[in-house]
């Protein structure tokens, strides 16, 4: 909820909606231009990092400063409860609605060395790449320092990169970053066979 009851807004002009949020443009002013608004009260998604985010745009607008915002799918999500959930990019569900072809590739903790280490052999990274030029579409991942683990995938997913580059990368060992190359693997084990030679590197 958006805590501005208190605030006398309709007295300026603008109207909070039935749960007290505030519409704003994609440059987060208010129905008065020279009015901004960011963060829990214009909603969804709520979270202290996107707020920061969208606070600092709005400065950079109000004052005419140059933003360069980051892509709306590149904003990853947490929710840190036990275990920890996060997430990047569209849902599988919107994939499929959008006609986008995909594969998934998964990794679970009981598989590396370092969720054994902490007892945490539930916890998983999914993997979604397109399923001919295997970019990195999004990442979902659950369990310890799953909300830490998902910016390895979002760097890969800023700059476009495919999921060939998470195998051919070295992490450290025992982490939970090797959940990358691991769940890269079997997405690239789950290709047909004539996908998989078609799109091989340095093929």
Do not use: W
């Not at 009260?41 to 707020?51: C, E, H, N, R, Y």
């Not at 902490?118 to 909300?147: P, Q, S």
């Amino acid at each position: 909820l958006g805590a501005t009851a208190e605030l006398n807004l309709q007295n300026i002009g603008i109207e909070p909606d039935a749960r007290g949020r505030l519409n704003v443009s994609s440059n987060y002013q208010t129905s008065l231009p020279h009015i901004y608004a960011v963060g829990d009260v214009i909603g969804f998604p709520s979270l202290a990092s996107t707020s920061m985010e969208q606070g600092r745009l709005a400065s950079c607008y109000a004052f005419n400063q140059k933003a360069n915002p980051i892509p709306e799918q590149l904003l990853p999500y947490g929710i840190y409860t036990i275990p920890e959930i996060s997430v990047i990019g569209p849902t599988e569900e919107q994939l499929t609605r959008e006609g986008i072809p995909y594969e998934v590739g998964v990794a679970r903790y009981s598989e590396i060395a370092r969720g054994k280490l902490i007892g945490d052999e539930d916890g998983m990274l999914k993997l979604v790449f397109h399923l001919t030029t295997r970019k990195l579409l999004a990442i979902y991942t659950i369990g310890e320092g799953a909300t830490e683990l998902i910016h390895i995938g979002q760097t890969v997913m800023a700059f476009e990169g495919t999921i060939d580059s998470l195998i051919t990368n070295v992490f450290n060992y025992p982490t939970l970053a090797e959940c990358y190359k691991v769940a890269a693997l079997d997405g690239i084990n789950r290709l047909p066979r004539q996908l998989k030679c078609a799109t091989e590197p340095n093929s």
